[in-house]
């Protein structure tokens, strides 16, 4: 028996640090941002659709699709990122799909982590959703810690649905506006709530509060 978690948040509001902290307690996790990375990096197909949309300027100096180049294209123009969401979110979802499918033959965790779960109507494909949510201030700070400027940073966050939109539609909301101790005493608590779900859903009750 297996729980599937689809995972969201904002931008830079933590995701991938909690994606991490579950995978040491036990869960199976999958990045969508991994996969599409991936798929940039070995799918021709993407790499000339993409091409074919956004023109040469987004390969590097070896052909390969220069992710920071494409990221600046698409967050620029409202419809430039619905394009290559349009591109890359199908594969994406059966990727996620295809993953979540595979049998482990022992009881599961499993905990996609999906930026744009909500915005895609994707969060219908598993059984819990987690939002990771923080204070916009602090999200600004990390993302100027990536080397964005604070107008890129804030046009980012204003692209995506609002952490608190997300956060009333989560089954679980993890609070990351504090440290990493902070947040991983946080991912206990996530972890424990997980964990009584999957026993739920071995004795055939629902998932959801
Ligand atoms: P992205 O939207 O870029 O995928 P994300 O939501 O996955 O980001 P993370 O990569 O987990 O966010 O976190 C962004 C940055 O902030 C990372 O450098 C991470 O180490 C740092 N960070 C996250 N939470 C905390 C925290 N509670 N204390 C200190 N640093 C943190």
Not at 173 to 188: F, I, M, P
Request: aromatic fraction near 6%; charge should be neutral; glycine fraction near 6%.
């Amino acid at each position: 028996m297996a729980l599937s978690v689809g995972l969201t948040g904002g931008i830079a509001s933590g995701k991938s640090t909690v994606l991490a902290m579950l995978a040491e307690r036990g869960a199976r996790t999958v990045s969508a941002d991994g996969i599409v990375h991936r798929l940039l990096a070995e799918s021709l197909d993407l790499k000339d659709a993409v091409c074919r949309a956004f023109g040469q300027a987004v390969l590097d100096q070896d052909g390969a699709v220069d992710r920071a180049a494409l990221a600046k294209v698409v967050f620029s123009d409202e419809t430039r990122r619905k394009r290559l969401e349009a591109l890359v979110h199908p594969l994406v979802r059966s990727e996620v799909e295809s993953w979540l499918a595979e049998d482990t033959g022992i009881r599961t965790i499993n905990v996609a982590e999906i930026p744009l779960l909500f915005e895609t109507g994707s969060s219908y494909s598993f059984d819990l959703t987690v939002v990771v949510w923080t204070q916009q201030n602090l999200q600004l700070r990390r993302l100027q810690n990536k080397y964005l400027d604070p107008v890129e940073a804030q046009s980012r966050i204003a692209a995506q649905m609002s952490l608190d939109e997300k956060a009333v539609r989560a089954d679980f909301v993890v609070h990351n506006c504090a440290g990493l101790a902070e947040l991983s005493a946080e991912t206990d608590k996530l972890w424990v709530f997980l964990t009584e779900r999957l026993t739920a859903k071995d004795r055939g009750l629902q998932t959801r509060k």
